[in-house]
């Protein structure tokens, strides 16, 4: 499965970007879909979920951090998965990656990352 985010970039504390994440899924019903993301010098292994929504049914989760300022959605007719951030602050500077999982096999699929600062 090929996952590709893009979308971040600079913005300063309060504003706001959209993550997109281009899939090569055309069903969905099958996987656990997130956002996670790695902060300045962190490692691989401490990734931190941001959101997450399942496929079959739509469920959502966010971590606390961002509860109230992020969301995630999913669009099937492009494909895509979405992450809406608002009124950022410089705590989000981060790598954002995209996951999908599958339900059954647990085959996991990462994507490259997109690179998100809040600054000044």
């Known amino acids: 499965l090929q996952v590709v985010e893009s979308g971040g970039g600079l913005v300063q504390p309060g504003g706001s970007l959209r993550l997109s994440c281009a899939t090569s899924?055309?069903?969905?019903?099958?996987?656990?879909m997130g956002w996670y993301r790695q902060p300045p010098g962190k490692d691989r292994e401490e990734r931190e979920l941001v959101a997450s929504i399942m496929g079959r049914g739509g469920g959502t989760g966010y971590a606390d951090s961002v509860k109230g300022r992020f969301t995630v959605n999913l669009d099937t007719a492009k494909n895509a998965l979405y992450l809406q951030m608002n009124n950022l602050t410089p705590e989000d500077t981060a790598i954002y990656y995209c996951?999908?999982?599958?339900?059954?096999?647990?085959?996991?699929?990462w994507g490259r990352g997109t690179q998100v600062v809040v600054s000044s």
């Open positions: 996951r999908f999982e599958t339900t059954t096999t647990q085959v996991v699929s």
């Open positions: 899924a055309r069903t969905f019903s099958n996987y656990e």
